[in-house]
């Protein structure tokens, strides 16, 4: 079995669970793995490393990017990498193939061109950032990936436009989770006032990026019968219309204090009725989402129907594939929510089903089986 070096650059707040279940299939098919984590600084505490999978085959390395030098080499895309290789070429040395998650490539590109290596690697691209595209370093790292490995058809196909891949180079991958992993759908407690309504849930990051804006607005006038479940993080910017909504409205809008790991937060899913995935069209990243969300599959795999935003990819596959209703005016979101139930039983059972076609092993083994072929 090959031993392999992930490299991610987000330290402890980066982690998503692509880089989890990644991680994941490679320690089930019994590989050795290094992971090299660049602590960014973000939190002046210890990198934290629970959410990272632990096993007995893998080995953690945090590398700290906290230096008066990291600060100013951040500015430019070849210098804050070509420090980040300074920093880790005794590791790189040691390894023939490698795996990096979005621009961490540019370290293992700065190595080839250093050492004169042929040594191949994958890049996982996560995000889109239109802004780099015109940067010769983040474009040469892309072209000498041996595989770009992305979450969505849509995504691919700007990637293909952004950096001019050949089709052939780029791999999808959904963000989806494992039917390996536990699923607890115990039902949550949640308070009296608002137990028995319809309970309509916003998870994730509570930013302008994911329409939260238009989804606390269009809150106003949610119907009595109804309940907004907000439970996510970064929303320091909505905290005062927060708090005056659940003022205005406090058995119709509830902010969830429940603490879940990546084991529990199904519990949560299975106790909601509609999910919302939500995304703004006026941003380069968010427009061109399609079918990366995990909350999508997240949502689906408990039978649970979804309110969509119209973006490309995602409204031809909850409209095609009746597992819910696309939000094209958030001033009637509510009773779109309302139609769904026109039609509840319906779309959660295709949603279900369908998350068996969607799980992240069916869609990653191909992915895997490419890179074990890398010579």
């Known amino acids: 079995m090959k031993n392999i070096l992930f490299i991610d650059g987000g330290g402890w707040n980066g982690i998503t669970t692509v880089q989890v279940n990644v991680i994941n299939f490679f320690l089930d098919k019994g590989h050795f793995i290094e992971v090299i984590i660049f602590d960014n600084g973000i939190k002046p505490d210890q990198v934290k490393l629970d959410r990272w999978p632990k096993h007995q085959h893998i080995t953690y390395r945090v590398i700290s990017q906290r230096s008066v030098l990291d600060k100013i080499c951040n500015r430019l895309f070849f210098l804050k990498h070509f420090l980040k290789f ?3 070429r005794h590791i790189l040395k040691r390894f023939e193939t490698y795996y990096a998650f979005e621009y961490e490539g540019g370290i293992l590109c700065t190595f080839q061109k250093f050492f004169n290596s042929s040594k191949n690697y994958f890049l996982h691209s996560i995000e889109l950032y239109e802004a780099t595209s015109t940067s010769s370093f983040v474009r040469n790292t892309f072209a000498k990936a041996s595989r770009v490995v992305t979450q969505d058809w849509v995504r691919k196909k700007r990637l293909c436009e952004m950096y001019d891949l050949p089709d052939f180079k780029l791999a999808v991958s959904v963000n989806s989770s494992r039917r390996s992993d536990t699923l607890d759908v115990s ?8 137990a028995s309504k319809t309970k309509v849930l916003f998870i994730g990051s509570l930013i302008e990026e994911h329409c939260f804006s238009e989804v606390l607005t269009a809150t106003q006038s949610i119907p009595d019968d109804m309940c907004l479940i907000i439970h996510g ?9 927060i708090n005056e909504l659940i003022g205005r409205r406090p058995d119709n809008v509830w902010l969830s204090n429940f603490q879940l790991s990546d084991v529990t937060k199904f519990r949560l899913y299975a106790s909601i009725d509609i999910g919302l995935v939500t995304f703004n069209k006026n941003y380069f990243n968010t427009r061109n989402a399609g079918l990366s969300a995990g909350k999508l599959f997240d949502f689906m795999r408990v039978g649970k129907p979804v309110l969509a935003s119209g973006i490309e990819g995602l409204d031809r596959f909850v409209t095609e594939h009746a597992v819910g209703k696309v939000v094209e005016d958030f001033s009637v979101l509510y009773q779109q929510a309302s139609q769904i139930f026109d039609a509840y039983n319906l779309y959660a059972q295709n949603a279900k089903k369908l998350f068996v076609e969607y799980e992240f092993d069916e869609s990653y083994q191909p992915v895997y089986e490419q890179f074990i072929a890398l010579k």
């Open 233 to 241: 993080w970064g929303g320091k910017k909505y905290e005062t219309q």
């Open 86 to 88: 300074l920093k880790c």
């Open 187 to 194: 039902p949550l407690p949640f308070p009296d006032n608002i």
